[in-house]
Each structure stands twice: as C-alpha cells, then as structure tokens.
C-alpha cells in the first residue's frame, strides 16, 4: 500500500495549524487509547473512542505488505502520538494517521491475518486470527530472480545481444558461463537494473549499446562491472513492462511497450485485473468511502461525483483492488474516465449526458471557428492524389464511396502539379491531424525485384512392337498358306547368297510405326535353300524430355501491382462469304507476370501472384487455325528476401495405347505376336513457378 510519508504529514499538521479557527472543521469524535491483548493464537485490539459509534467504519486488508486499515470519518487522533510498536503474536505496530476529520488507523502485521470488527460501547474491538496455512494465498515478492547455486565460483558473461521481438519488443540476451550465476532484476526509477552475482566481464563487452533504431521501448543496455559484480542498466521509455526467464546458459529480458488503455485503472498488457490485491469485510458501509478507499490503494486520484451515494456489503478476500471497484460499479450502475492518474467516477447516464453535450460543443466550435491555410511540400506522394484522398474523392480505378472525407465540411485542399505542394484551408485542430496525416504517407516506398523462372516439363514415351513374316518359295515367286502380299521383307527377298532379289511375298507385314528404330531379322531354311523362312521383329522405345524455361522479371514500388507480358499475336482467319471477304483477326498468345509485392516487418515479402503462359498449338486446328494452350497460377506467398519458391502448376498426363492384328491370327496365345502390332504412348507436362524476390534498398542496390 502507498501512504503518505511523514513530510507530507508533518506539512499537512503545518497546514492544520496555521489556518483560521473559523476555517478548520472540529471532528466530533476522537480515539483515546488503543490496548493490545493476546488471545491464545489470536490478537485482540481494543480501540476507545470519546463518542460511541453509530457502524463499523470501513476497514480492508492488504497481502502485500500485511496490514489492516480501519478509517475513522470525523474522528481525530488524540493519542499524542502517530506510531506504536506492539509486538503481540504477529501484530508488530500501529500508525495512525489524521488528514482532516479523517483518522486512519493501520495495524502491521508479519503476515497476513483474518480480522473481524465489533462494536461495545464506545469501544471498537478488532480480533485478528491467522490463516489456515493450506489456505494462505501470500506470495512473497522477492527481486532476485536466481540464486547463485555454486558457492563460491567465478561466473562470467560471454556475450550481450539486443534483438527486436516480432511483437516491437526490446530482447536482451545474455550468454553466461554457467546455469549457476545468481542474479537480481529491478526496477530503479525510469531504468531496469539487472546485477549478476560474483560474476566477471570481458573488456569489449564493457560498452553502452545505443539500440534506438531498433524501434523498441528499450533505447539503451549499458553493461560495467562493480567490484565483483556485473550491473546491466536497461533504459525504456514510454509506457512499459518487463518479463525474464532463463533457459540453461542463457538469461533473456525482454522489455515489452504497453498501449495504455483509459478503460483499465490498472495498465499492462497481461489480460484480467493486476492491481493489489485486499481483503474487505465492509458492512453496509458508504460507497464513496470504499471507493476512495480503493482509489489510494491503486495509487490514484478519486474525483467522485455529488451524485454517488448509497450503502453497500462487500465480504471479499484476496481479491484485486481494481476488481473491487468493478463490482461496485456494476452494484451501483457507476462508470468512469480516467485521464493519467486521475479518475472521475459518477452515474453512467450523467457520463453520457456530459460526453454528448461536450461532442455537441466541439461541433459547434468547429462550424464557428475561423479557417487558416497552411501549405505542405510533399516529397513522394503526388500533390493531386493526397488531395482527393483529403477530400474523399475515389482515385482512378476505385469505386465511388471508397474513400471517407479526412477534411472538414468548411476545409479544401488544392494541389500545384508544378512544385508538388498542396494548399489545405481548414481549422487549426484539423491542420494538426492532417500535418500527422502527411507525415505518415509522405515516405519513400522501397522497392522490390521479382524474378520468375517459368518452367514446362515434358516427359514423352513412346513403346512399339511390330513383326514382318514370309515364307518364300522361289526367287521370282512366292506361294504360302497365308495368301498373297505385293510387299516383301525390306522391299524384297534373300538369296542364299544374301543377294537381294524381287520376289512376291506371301505372309505378314505388320511393322513397327517408327522406321528409325533398332530392328532384329533371322531366316530359317532348308538344306536345299529353296524355302525360306524370313522373321523380322521391330521394336522401337523411345524416351524424350523437354523443358521451356521463361525468366520474366520485374522492380515495382512496394505494395504497387507490376505486370510484365512477353509473346507473340496469333492471326485468326474467318473465311469469307459471297457478300463479305474473309477477315483476319489477332489474338494474343503471352507469357505475363503480375505481382504485387508487400514488405512486411520481419524483412520478408508477401506477394499476389498471377502467372500465365499461353501458347498456340500448331499440330491441331480448325480451318487452319490453331488452339491455344493456356496454363494459369495464381497464388499468395511469404517468402524471405532473396529466397526463391517454388509454386506448382498444371500437371496433365495422357496415356494411349494401340493395337493392330491379323483376324483370329492375332489372338493364338503366344505365337499372335507374330501378327499384331502394339503401340504404347505416354505424355506428361507439367508447369512449375520459380519465384524470387530481392528487396531494393535505397542506395539502389539488391539487398
């Protein structure tokens, strides 16, 4: 709990003194005496007063550190004194304190204890019990962060590292020797100090780091050794908070800024209620008293509005002093403003009654205040595009309504295309908006190259199996049981002699479809020479592979569609009729790229992809017009800088397979293969993106 320090007692007793008789209110009431009693394991103190009192006056608890305060409304302190050391089981002293009619008693505990109130008399009788130990929810808050686990060793720093976070926070990284090192963290004003316990550092690691243009809350880490000690002394600024760990040999503090938020009396970034947490049992007790009461516990200002009254019971233990003025709000239909340390609390509709006449002043103020034209010099942006964005005009290409007006109904803006200043006439408040406005879009995009490496794979094959069959009788003539044929094997017959003669064949020609593949021939004869049987088998397999590869690139400004086509016109006849000639049309046939690039914090790049290759196909037409062939990606990725990916695209396979025979010849097991002919056909192609972006930077040069 934060109490007033005895300077700003002393002076408000100065205060007290020094004002007019008239002026100072007299309490009705005062405390006399205060006596302490033990009671087996329980403290009992009796409180006496001049006046019997009409209730219980308000009291509540803090954990941390243990005490019970009791307020006393128009009583005044007639001790003589201000603090008094008891030392009764875990009662160790009393303050009392007098702020005006106002007398708050404070009992200081070594640990936190149940109390309970009563009234005899003129005397109020407080009974503190301790707590079943299951049932202490005391958390001890201590600073050091790790104790020191070798005795004695010499622990040292091998290195100190600063990194960014992926959510803005300052990271410091700490490489120790050992998992042993003790260390301390605190905070010391504006700084965080960490100490590391008997523990040395090199030279060059003696050094104050200036990492403001990290973007952190963190601005500076200066790291010196004291005597045997090593100090670390973390500067934030702004709004902040910390958070340390250790994984082995290695200490972690991160520093992380808090957004604050005027609708949480306590800020952090951590989700629920933060404040200290207290214990109340206040029984039908004035609203505004317990309100105030938790105010001070927060270490705020309390402005409470005439119209909060009424009584109220709370019975709550251990529980977050901001949670206990929610309760109260949602009791009483209470709300309030918080404005830094200051918080006004009054009925939710007189809030809004008041905000709304406020937003109605300002309404008027601003149709009545006079104009006042400012120029701005803008420096990337285009004059002419910043002012219709200013004025809500849609931008070329844009749907009407796209845009909301940023000037008032009275403000204008105008653009000189020639120096590339705008003129904007507006109210003073509004100027300051759109001063920050321009500021935050007038700076230079970087640039990103995307290079594309389009890749078409196709994989042919091709498998086919024939034979040729004769059966010869004679040099000049050939007769056989399969009829006759006016081919012959390789355009004639054999002799014995190998010499090739012209005869007239009687068998099977059924060859394979590609004459440039390897073949295998063999004859079977008689002694005699005079019959011949000549067996040609064919067979032909051929594997093909071909790629195409396109390398389009591109550099466009970030966050700024680029498009980039290569190919070629493809002319289109449409035959003409009796009463009109043919005509000729083009259409395109192109390989193009469009990208739009995004960088985003962490350095790498976003992009929105289209890719599309379109081709004519000249083997097939209709008039002699051919088809084309399109394939298309379209895609979002993340990739690093400089890395590349890879985006699948279309993927088509086509398998044909052919067979030709003889009649019931083809179909005798085995031996059909002398008359058929079997072709096998496979094609397979495939698109496939490659894509790697290069952020440009501003030197201009790839990053």
């Not at 600063?162 to 959510?167: L, N, P, V, W, Y």
């Not at 316990?197 to 004291?226: G, N, Q, Y």
């Not at 808090?258 to 949480?264: L, Y």
């Amino acid at each position: 709990m934060k109490w007033i320090n005895n300077a700003l007692l002393a002076a408000s007793a100065c205060l007290a003194l020094t004002l007019p008789a008239q002026a100072q209110t007299i309490p009705a009431n005062a405390i006399e005496s205060v006596n302490v009693a033990r009671q087996g394991s329980d403290v009992a103190v009796r409180v006496d007063l001049k006046e019997a009192l009409a209730a219980p006056p308000a009291a509540f608890s803090v954990a941390n550190p243990a005490k019970v305060a009791i307020d006393f409304n128009s009583t005044a302190n007639a001790l003589g004194k201000t603090t008094q050391v008891f030392n009764e089981g875990d009662l160790r002293s009393m303050n009392v304190v007098q702020v005006g009619d106002r007398t708050r008693l404070v009992l200081n505990l070594d640990r936190t204890m149940n109390y309970a109130t009563r009234l005899e008399g003129k005397s109020l009788y407080v009974t503190l019990s301790p707590i079943a130990r299951l049932t202490d929810t005391v958390v001890q808050r201590s600073t050091r962060f790790a104790e020191e686990s070798l005795v004695g060793a010499k622990h040292a720093l091998r290195d100190v590292m600063f990194r960014r976070g992926k959510d803005g926070e300052g990271r410091v990284i700490v490489d120790l020797s050992d998992s042993g090192t003790g260390i301390d963290i605190r905070q010391q004003g504006p700084s965080l100090i960490v100490d590391f316990m008997k523990t040395s550092v090199p030279d060059h690691l003696r050094r104050k780091l200036d990492v403001t243009d990290f973007a952190t809350p963190v601005t500076a880490v200066e790291t010196k050794a004291i005597g045997d000690n090593v100090r670390m002394t973390i500067t934030p600024q702004g709004l902040w908070e910390h958070n340390a760990y250790q994984s082995d040999n290695q200490f972690v503090v991160e520093v992380k800024r808090i957004v604050e938020d005027p609708n949480k009396l306590v800020q952090g970034s951590k989700i629920g209620y933060q404040g200290p947490r207290v214990s109340i049992n206040y029984q039908n007790g004035d609203v505004r008293a317990l309100l105030r009461l938790m105010a001070e516990e927060l270490g705020l200002n309390a402005v409470i509005s005439e119209t909060v009254g009424g009584t109220t019971t709370l019975v709550l233990k251990d529980v977050p002093a901001d949670q206990v003025i929610d309760i109260i709000f949602q009791q009483k239909g209470l709300d309030m403003r918080k404005k830094g340390n200051i918080i006004m609390i009054a009925p939710r509709d007189e809030i809004a009654t008041r905000e709304k006449l406020e937003y109605e002043a300002k309404q008027q103020i601003n149709e009545l205040e006079p104009l006042r034209m400012e120029q701005f010099q803008l420096n990337y942006q285009r004059a002419a595009d910043v002012a219709r964005l200013l004025a809500g005009v849609a931008m070329p290409g844009q749907p009407a309504g796209a845009t909301q007006r940023i000037l008032t109904k009275r403000g204008s803006a105008v653009a000189d295309p020639q120096t590339n200043i705008i003129f904007i006439n507006d109210i003073p408040s509004k100027l300051e908006e759109i001063r920050n406005f321009i500021k935050a879009i007038d700076v230079g995009a970087r640039q990103v190259l995307i290079e594309a490496r389009v890749v078409e794979a196709n994989d042919n094959f091709n498998r086919d199996l024939g034979a040729k069959l004769n059966f010869l009788t004679g040099p000049n003539s050939a007769r056989g049981l399969l009829g006759s044929s006016t081919n012959s094997v390789n355009g004639g017959s054999y002799n014995a002699s190998g010499t090739q003669t012209s005869s007239n064949a009687i068998g099977v020609n059924l060859p394979s479809y590609s004459a440039s593949g390897g073949t295998l021939a063999f004859s079977l004869f008689n002694a005699s020479l005079t019959r011949i049987l000549n067996l040609e088998l064919s067979a032909l397999e051929t594997d093909g592979g071909g790629k195409v590869v396109s390398s389009p690139r591109v550099i466009t400004a970030n966050n700024v569609k680029a498009k980039i086509e290569d190919g070629t016109e493809v002319p289109y006849v449409t035959p003409g009729t009796t009463t009109s000639p043919a005509t000729v049309s083009f259409k395109s046939a192109k390989l193009s790229l469009e990208v739009t690039p995004q960088i985003t914090p962490e350095g790498t790049v976003r992009m929105a992809l289209v890719i599309k290759k379109e081709e004519p196909d000249w083997t097939r037409g209709i008039q002699g017009n051919p088809p084309l062939k399109s394939s298309t990606v379209e895609t979002n990725v993340v990739v690093e800088n400089g890395g590349t990916v890879v985006i699948g695209g279309v993927y088509i396979t086509n398998n044909a397979n052919t067979t030709e025979k003889v009649p019931l010849l083809g179909d005798i097991p085995g031996l059909g293969w002398l008359f058929k002919v079997r072709s096998d056909t496979k094609t397979r192609r495939e698109l496939l993106v490659f894509i790697t972006p290069r952020i440009v930077s501003d030197k201009m040069r790839v990053d």
